[in-house]
Every structure is written in structure tokens, then in C-alpha cells.
């Protein structure tokens, strides 16, 4: 959510499955594919790509200025925040060079009951601090693209390669028209059908 907040993870991950001493052979390969069938069917998209060439993130980014409190505006919409209003993500930096994630919502509507997810982020080696990979369950991490981004950070369009999620954040949670429209027409440039486009009301 809001950004990480992408996030679908990666099941080509390099860790592995510790073999608990209660376990026979077959019951263990039984527990694996029910976990990655799992990850995987969580990570199903959410629906079609609304952009078939996602470009490279054109900016770079100082992370000390993208940090901080963040209102969703518009999303795909997506399995992880579906139903979801009132969207924010927070992010800090943290003593290891990784980023916390803080992603919120209301479930059902803005009074909704509150729900939260954390993860961490780790910036992608030479992308200008542009690429993030986010990660809120274990060692799955998902792609954050941030594509483009206000020159004061009042505004950021965040993607992924697939072109199946798209954020717009911004730092007030009702911008003004204006702001609004302008948003719309750079993610359209960027290549993104914004009639799916899904407003997130705070």
C-alpha cells in the first residue's frame, strides 16, 4: 500500500527452508509448496497492466528529503489494499542504511478500524536512490520505483516494472485540483493508463 508500500514479493529469493526434526521428507516438501503456493497466490495481480513499457526513474532522489509522512491520492488498485482508505506511508531512516516502512490505512471507509504493515526497504546500487526493494514478510521483496518526484518532495509517482501498480503520494492529504490534474497527465506521460486510476479519499 501507498507505495510499499508495493508489494508484491519475489519468490526467487536465495534463503532457505530450516527442516524442523518432526518433519519427514514428504511432509516437508508438502509444507514448501503449500507456503510458496501461498506467496504466490497473494502475489497474483491484482489486474491488468495499466503500462507495457514502465520507463527508468529519470531522478535521482536524496532519501533524507523523500523521508517522512506520505498521503496516498490515487493507486491501482490492488489485493493488499483493497477496501482500503485514508492511505499513508511513513518512512525513516534506519541505524543499518535500510529504510522503515510504515504503510496505514482504514478498512471500509476514512473511520474506518485502522490497519498497519511494516517492512524495510534497501536501496538498489547505482539508481540514484530512484529504486527500492521493499520487504514486509521474511526475505520476498518487491520492486519500488519512484519515477518521478516534486523538486521539493511535495509530490512522488511511484511504480514498478510490471506496470500492474501505481502510486501517487503527496505530502497534504487533498491537493488542490490543479495539483491533481497535474499529477494525472505526468503519470500519463509516464506511459500509464490513468483511467484506472483509483482515488483514495481521507
Known amino acids: 500500500m501507498a507505495g510499499g508500500a508495493a508489494s508484491?514479493?519475489?519468490?526467487?529469493?536465495?534463503?532457505?527452508?530450516?527442516?524442523?526434526?518432526?518433519?519427514?521428507?514428504?511432509?516437508?516438501?508438502?509444507?514448501?509448496?503449500?507456503?510458496?503456493?501461498?506467496?504466490?497466490?497473494?502475489?497474483?495481480?491484482?489486474?491488468?497492466?495499466?503500462?507495457?513499457?514502465?520507463?527508468?526513474?529519470?531522478?535521482?532522489?536524496?532519501?533524507?528529503?523523500?523521508?517522512?509522512?506520505?498521503?496516498?491520492?490515487?493507486?491501482?488498485?490492488?489485493?493488499?489494499?483493497?477496501?482500503?482508505?485514508?492511505?499513508?506511508?511513513?518512512?525513516?531512516?534506519?541505524?543499518?542504511?535500510?529504510?522503515?516502512?510504515?504503510?496505514?490505512?482504514?478498512?471500509?471507509?476514512?473511520?474506518?478500524?485502522?490497519?498497519?504493515?511494516?517492512?524495510?526497504?534497501k536501496i538498489v546500487a547505482d539508481s540514484g536512490n530512484a529504486k527500492l526493494k521493499v520487504s514486509f514478510f521474511g526475505p520476498f521483496y518487491g520492486d519500488y520505483w519512484i519515477l518521478d518526484h516534486a523538486n521539493d518532495y511535495s509530490w512522488s509517482i511511484v511504480g514498478e516494472p510490471s506496470g500492474r501498480y501505481l502510486w501517487i503520494l503527496t505530502r497534504t492529504p487533498t491537493p488542490s485540483e490543479k495539483t491533481s490534474d497535474m499529477l494525472v497527465e505526468k503519470a500519463k506521460t509516464l506511459g500509464y493508463d490513468v483511467d484506472m486510476l483509483r482515488w483514495t479519499h481521507h
Open 8 to 121: 508484491c514479493f519475489d519468490p526467487r529469493w536465495d534463503g532457505t527452508f530450516g527442516r524442523p526434526k518432526y518433519f519427514d521428507g514428504m511432509k516437508l516438501n508438502i509444507a514448501i509448496v503449500t507456503m510458496v503456493g501461498t506467496v504466490l497466490a497473494a502475489c497474483s495481480p491484482a489486474g491488468p497492466s495499466g503500462n507495457s513499457s514502465v520507463p527508468q526513474p529519470a531522478k535521482p532522489v536524496e532519501l533524507k528529503k523523500y523521508m517522512g509522512h506520505w498521503f496516498e491520492l490515487a493507486r491501482y488498485e490492488n489485493q493488499f489494499e483493497r477496501g482500503c482508505e485514508a492511505v499513508t506511508a511513513d518512512y525513516s531512516l534506519r541505524d543499518d542504511g535500510m529504510v522503515r516502512v510504515l504503510n496505514a490505512c482504514r478498512e471500509g471507509g476514512i473511520i474506518g478500524k485502522r490497519k498497519e504493515s511494516e517492512g524495510k526497504a
